[in-house]
């Protein structure tokens, strides 16, 4: 089916689907089925064609042109603001560009459940890999996707005892690797300048990492990863815009 072609990511830290096009409505879906059925048996002309020349004309399709795939930008964006997560940027960038280039002929959608690092043991397989000598961006996604395929089935949540994970729906079961210190402080750095704050030092910084962060058990990871940031680091830079106004103002 065409509908097969869209792209589905499943964000299961969330609960949620997000679709990679819009979705359709159910009455619309049903008047194109239609349509393509009696034209495909009457055997005039193929779906695509069908498709490309009646409900495509007139709205968004999960189809060329109205997907735009700039792999390229999105690779640069991921590697701009998602730090310490090499194997996500690898699976999305490889997979969403593998699946556009061969979107007309696709038999089915292309689907990821990503997978954060509470119960999924994603921290103490990390450990784990970089105390036996292994570097962490080494790691693959071989490494934690059983773990993480596992973990969705058995947990209670989205995903439990889930027939989707059954019968091989999902494509990717795609790892967020636990935060390192050095990684917060990129991020502690990135929100500071787009927060234009001004007059930060490096002891303002540790001042916020120290607030922001919280040790995992192992004190090797970040516990909360960057989830705290924003808020700490706009507290921060209001406070020093009103000290700054202050004193220009004398």
């Known amino acids: 089916m065409w509908l097969a072609r869209c792209v589905s990511i499943l964000a299961f830290a969330h609960f949620a689907v997000v679709p990679y096009c819009d979705a359709v409505e159910p009455v619309t879906v049903s008047v194109v089925a239609g349509l393509t059925g009696l034209v495909s048996s009457a055997g005039w002309f193929g779906k695509d064609f069908l498709l490309d020349n009646t409900y495509c004309k007139f709205t968004e399709c999960c189809r060329k042109p109205y997907i735009k795939a700039d792999v390229a930008a999105l690779k640069a964006s991921l590697k701009g ?32 459940s990503f997978h954060g690092t509470p119960g999924i043991e994603i921290a103490k397989k990390l450990k784990s890999l970089m105390d036996d000598g292994s570097y962490r961006d080494q790691t693959k996604l071989s490494d934690f996707e059983r773990i993480a395929e596992l973990a969705a089935y058995n947990l209670i949540g989205g995903l439990y005892r889930s027939g989707v994970i059954e019968s091989h729906v999902i494509d990717h079961f795609v790892p967020f690797l636990p935060l390192e210190p050095r990684h917060v402080l990129l991020c502690i750095k990135k929100e500071l300048q ?55 103002k004398r």
Not at 85 to 103: F, P, R
Not at 205 to 226: L, R, V, Y
Request: with cysteine; glycine share 4%; aromatic share 6%.
């Open 81 to 112: 603001s998602l730090y310490g997560q090499h194997i996500v940027q690898d699976v999305l960038v490889n997979a969403i560009g593998a699946h556009y280039d061969n979107i007309e002929n696709s038999r089915k959608p292309l689907v990821m």
């Open 194 to 248: 787009l927060q234009q704050c001004p007059e930060t030092s490096e002891n303002d910084i540790k001042k916020i990492m120290d607030e922001a962060m919280t040790p995992d058990k192992t004190e090797q990871f970040s516990n909360n990863g960057c989830k705290r940031l924003s808020k700490k680091v706009e507290a921060f830079c209001y406070q020093r815009r009103l000290k700054h106004n202050y004193n220009n």
